[in-house]
């Protein structure tokens, strides 16, 4: 037996569809299935206007991939503290993009509410910056340096 599909349409108008079990783990598609009751209907499309083609079809191979993942999160089960080393082969590889692909990916997954990914996207974001000066992350992060210049001495002195 075929697993259910959804089709979800990206802003960019472009239609892809996926298993329901996949597309649950966004807890914004989640709420629009449940509210809408499209769920079982398999000529409806759920638009997400504020995610283009690319970039759900990047979150949609990561659900796809979690999608049997234990989660304990969502039975209300405390998960324990994880390292933000603590990040899988296959997730490191999937989120090894150019930094504004991973801008985009984060906050695709934050207006979808996909707890996993935010997650990933975080640690990859703090592994990004760790353990560099000021200036080392704003040159990672291309951030003029806007502080006056009586205010950075002042750093430089504490």
């Known amino acids: ?8 349409e990206s802003s960019d108008g472009v239609i892809f569809s996926t298993e329901v079990k996949a597309a649950k783990l966004s807890e914004t598609i989640k709420t629009m299935l449940e509210v809408s009751a ?23 191979t990561w659900a796809y991939h979690h999608k049997d993942d234990d989660d304990q999160a969502a ?18 590889n999937f989120i090894n993009v150019d930094q504004p692909i991973l801008f985009e990916i984060t906050v695709a997954a934050n207006y979808l509410e996909i707890k ?28 003029e340096d806007d502080l006056p210049i009586d205010t950075a001495e002042l750093g430089e002195d504490l």
């Open 75 to 92: 039975e209300g089960e405390e998960l324990t503290p994880q390292s933000p080393h603590d990040i899988s082969p296959w997730d490191a």
């Open 116 to 143: 996993g990914l935010e997650d990933l996207c975080c640690k990859t974001l703090a592994n990004m910056i760790r353990g560099k000066t000021p200036e080392e992350i704003r040159q990672t992060f291309n951030i």
């Open 38 to 60: 499209v769920e079982n209907d398999e000529n409806a499309v759920v638009p997400l206007p504020k995610v283009n083609a690319f970039i759900l079809n990047k979150i949609l």
């Open 1 to 8: 037996m075929d697993a259910p599909t959804i089709k979800l």
